[in-house]
C-alpha cells in the first residue's frame, strides 16, 4: 500500500483523486509505466496535482526509484 505523501499536492486534487473509488486508485498507482524499468511499475512517494487534462501523480518507481508520472484522465 503506498503512504500518500501530500506536501506538494493541492487541496482540490486530493479532494478529486479521494472522489475515485479506493480499488480503482489502488490501480492506478499500480500501473505507472517506468521508463527506465521499461515496465509497469507501482508508483510511491507520489504527490497530485490537477490541470485541465487531468489528475497528474507524480512521484518515484518502485522498482528503480527513478521518477515516474502518470495522467489521470477526467471523464
Ligand atoms: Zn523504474
Do not use: H
Not at 53 to 74: D, F, H, N, Q, S
Amino acid at each position: 500500500m503506498s503512504e500518500f505523501n501530500s506536501n506538494v499536492s493541492s487541496l482540490q486534487a486530493l479532494k478529486t483523486w479521494k472522489t475515485i473509488p479506493q480499488l480503482y486508485r489502488d490501480k492506478l498507482v499500480r500501473n505507472v509505466f517506468c521508463g527506465n524499468c521499461k515496465d509497469v511499475v507501482e508508483i510511491i512517494q507520489y504527490s497530485i496535482t490537477e490541470n485541465k487534462y487531468g489528475l497528474i501523480l507524480e512521484g518515484k518507481c518502485r522498482t528503480c526509484g527513478g521518477p515516474v508520472a502518470r495522467v489521470v484522465e477526467k471523464e
